[in-house]
T-cell receptor, first 117, second 112 residues
Framework: DAGVIQSPRHEVTEMGQEVTLRCKPI?????LFWYRQTMMRGLELLIY????????DSGMPEDRFSAKMPNASFSTLKIQPSEPRDSAVYFC???????????????FGDGTRLSIL | LAKTTQPISMDSYEGQEVNITCSHN???????ITWYQQFPSQGPRFIIQ???TKVTNEVASLFIPADRKSSTLSLPRVSLSDTAVYYC?????????????FGKGTRLSVIA
């Protein structure tokens, strides 16, 4: 069973460059989440989608960040322009539809380690 | 947001039972309690979830008292491979629930 697939695994780029992170959720999962993890702030939810529609993007740090989900099997997180403080591990997760008030477990990818020089 | 408080770190010897307690005094009526495990260089992995009383699966048990203001993750007979960070989350994404927030977690070190 293929899990959540993220690419690239590592990205090193200079500040000011555009960065695009990619995620392929588990087939059949209709919720997709983007997280950022740093030592200082821990794991932060940036945005999540239900059925390809962004539901809550209040965690997106600023306008330099944007996320899209053009179809059920692909999502991107873009940073333009990138800054050194964006350096972090970015995780994508997906889950089955939430029914009622219980939470479906989120399945995480292995993350993209981003370094902005 | 329902804030969670858990110990920053814990040490244990192999073969012992480990209990990690999480406080969540402001838990909402509809909130569920979920625990995740994270190994270095990997994404978090779901362990267990519950609403009240006790839940048990093949890897852990979750104890939730009647007032639901705390919960305890119990790992039976830990091994070196259980060394990881454990996160307690309260809330949910359905209407009326607290958004899920990962805290700093508890870093468990299992010693031989």
């Amino acid at each position: 069973d293929a899990g959540v697939i993220q690419s690239p695994r590592h990205e090193v780029t200079e500040m000011g460059q555009e960065v695009t992170l990619r995620c392929k959720p588990i087939s059949g999962h209709n919720s997709l989440f983007w997280y950022r993890q740093t030592m200082m702030r821990g794991l932060e939810l940036l945005i999540y989608f239900n059925n390809n529609v962004p539901i809550d993007d209040s965690g997106m740090p600023e306008d330099r960040f944007s996320a899209k989900m053009p179809n059920a099997s692909f999502s991107t997180l873009k940073i333009q322009p990138s800054e050194p403080r964006d350096s972090a591990v970015y995780f994508c997760a997906s889950s089955l539809p939430n029914r009622g008030i219980s939470n479906q477990p989120q399945h995480f990818g292995d993350g993209t380690r981003l370094s902005i020089l | 947001l329902a804030k969670t408080t858990q110990p920053i770190s814990m040490d244990s010897y192999e073969g012992q039972e480990v209990n990690i307690t999480c406080s969540h005094n402001n838990i909402a009526t509809n909130d569920y309690i979920t625990w995740y495990q994270q190994f270095p260089s990997q994404g978090p992995r779901f362990i267990i979830q519950g609403y009240k009383t006790k839940v048990t699966n093949e890897v852990a048990s979750l104890f939730i008292p009647a007032d639901r203001k705390s919960s305890t993750l119990s790992l039976p007979r830990v091994s070196l491979s259980d060394t990881a960070v454990y996160y307690c989350l309260v809330g949910g994404l359905s209407s009326g629930n607290t958004p899920l927030v990962f805290g700093k977690g508890t870093r468990l070190s299992v010693i031989a």
